[in-house]
């Protein structure tokens, strides 16, 4: 966002998104999350699947991309147990 678009939202010249804003900033206060809920993934089991079947295949088992799995064969596994 640039500073001028940031000045044009402060003095509130958008009120569509002034009001998105203070939406948002209400349903924080009354302990709402907002946006996509977090998957679970256990990457351990994907370890086990990826002995047995392809990256893809493995990712399609519990619906997850194929990035998800292959992100989880870059990290250790003792840094995922913690």
């Known amino acids: 966002m640039t500073t001028r678009t940031a000045q044009t939202i402060a003095r509130g010249e958008v009120p569509h998104l002034q009001l998105n804003l203070e939406s948002c ?33 493995a990712a399609r088992q519990p619906g997850v991309s194929r990035g998800v799995v292959e992100r989880a064969l870059l990290t250790p596994a003792s840094a995922a147990a913690d």
């Open 25 to 57: 900033m209400q349903a924080g206060h009354l302990g709402k999350s907002l946006g996509r809920r977090k998957g679970i993934f256990d990457p351990e089991k994907a370890r086990l699947l990826l002995q047995s079947m392809s990256v893809r295949e």
